[in-house]
Structures are given as structure tokens and as C-alpha cells.
């Protein structure tokens, strides 16, 4: 059973419809926000139970919960063939941190991609704390994984998209290099470039160049800088 908590997934989940079992919130909570979920989940049918904050603590595993945790149906993923068409996809190669994944998941649904791609292993899934971090993108934007990502890139390739990956000894910075439409943005792991197959297969390889001594930035970070070109070029087109 999944356990979401804090105010931006529980709402975002009630919004989007997503099967919940019931609803609990900390004795004592109030405020405009929880009672709008509150309101929610009984409009939903949704059982709401008033429960010691200490039990909301132990089930969420942390006190950061805002007063409200929701129980309900594991995330479900998406595979490629249920995708429906876009302009954009994220992949991402091993991106181990759930902040990290979180965070672009945000900025993914917030610069128009269609999915966000990533590899069974090795990497970090939906949990939680990725839609915590996601505040509540996740029940808006489909999660694909994958059981090699070589091979997902390949089988994109095929329909059509445009591979374009984020390196920082990319022969192209990522503010002058040409977007084609669909295209598919592949991001490296924490502390490392994507494997090195995903050469042969990208399209173009872009860089964003920085200052200082510092070769790199955070892959969250990244992600929001070349996603955010995209979507200014598209809308300029």
C-alpha cells in the first residue's frame, strides 16, 4: 500500500481521482488547505479519520507530513506504448536521489513534457518522498519504466524522436543547438554522464556551459535549464 503525505500530493492525488483508501489527519490540524482536502475526500467517498499526530508520524516515517497522510493503491507506471503523443519526453539514466527525481518531475510537467522515462534498476523509483518532492506533478504527468533504457532510446528513435543528450562535453551548448519535434532529453545520474551506449544512439549532444571551476551542475538543475529552452523555442515557433 502507498503512503502519500503533505498537502501537495494528497490534494494533487484527490484531484487527479486517484484510488485512496482512507484519509487521516492530525488532531488538533486546521486551515483553509486541509479542509479543502477534507472536503474532497468526502466528496469522494473517501473515509477521513482525526488521528494523534505520533500515528501520522510513524506512518509517513517523518513529522514533515503537514498533518495529513492518505493511504491508498501503489503509483502505477506507464510503458511506452500507452503514451499518448507529445512533443517532448524526459529519459532519465540512473538518477538515484528521490529529491532529484522528484524535482524533475516538477519541472517536467511544468515545461510541457509528456513523460518521464526511467530504468528499473539502479535508479531511484516512485516512492513518497519523489512525490513530496514533485509536489504533486506526479498525479499529473505518466512515469514510464523501463527495463533497459539503451534500448527505450532506440525504440524512440524509431518513432521518430529526436534524441538529445545533456553532457557536459556536449559539442553544442544546449542554448544553440537546433530542437526537432518529437524529441527525447536524456539526462546522466548524480556525478555521472548517461552510459556510454546512449552516445551512439543521441542525436545531439548539448552542454550548458558555467563558471568557475565547477564542471557540473545538480541534475535537477540542469534538467530545468535545457527543459525551459525547449519549451521557450517552441513557443516561439
Given amino acids: 500500500m502507498a503512503i ?51 500515528a501520522l508520524d510513524r506512518l509517513a516515517g517523518t513529522s514533515a507530513h503537514q498533518g495529513v497522510v492518505a493511504m491508498g493503491a501503489a503509483q502505477k507506471y506507464t510503458d511506452l506504448d500507452g503514451l499518448a503523443p507529445c512533443e517532448m519526453l524526459v529519459v532519465l539514466d540512473g538518477v538515484e536521489d528521490p529529491h532529484n527525481l522528484g524535482a524533475i518531475i516538477r519541472t517536467a510537467h511544468a515545461a510541457g513534457a509528456g513523460a518521464v522515462v526511467i530504468p528499473e534498476r539502479r535508479a531511484a523509483g516512485v516512492t513518497d518522498v519523489v ?21 527505450a532510446l532506440e525504440e524512440l528513435k524509431q518513432r521518430g524522436f529526436w534524441i538529445y543528450g545533456l553532457d557536459e562535453r556536449g559539442a553544442e551548448t544546449y542554448d544553440q543547438v537546433e530542437y526537432a519535434s518529437p524529441a527525447a532529453v536524456v539526462l546522466g545520474g548524480e556525478g555521472k554522464a548517461c552510459t556510454s551506449r546512449c552516445g551512439s544512439i543521441a542525436t545531439r549532444w548539448c552542454a550548458i556551459p558555467v563558471a568557475g571551476p565547477i564542471s557540473s551542475l545538480n541534475v535537477s538543475v540542469a534538467a530545468g535549464v535545457m527543459l525551459f529552452e525547449w519549451r521557450r ?4 515557433g
Fill in 4 to 54: 502519500l503525505s503533505g498537502i501537495h500530493p494528497v490534494v494533487e492525488a484527490l484531484r487527479a481521482k486517484r484510488a485512496l483508501e482512507r484519509l487521516l489527519v492530525a488532531q488538533g490540524a486546521g486551515g483553509p488547505r486541509l479542509q479543502e482536502i477534507i472536503d474532497l475526500a468526502r466528496r469522494a467517498a473517501i473515509p477521513v479519520r482525526f488521528e494523534p499526530r505520533a
Fill in 233 to 236: 523555442r517552441r513557443s516561439k
Fill in 131 to 151: 512525490a513530496k518532492a514533485a509536489a504533486g506533478a506526479i498525479e499529473h504527468l505518466p512515469v514510464v519504466r523501463v527495463t533497459n533504457i539503451n534500448r
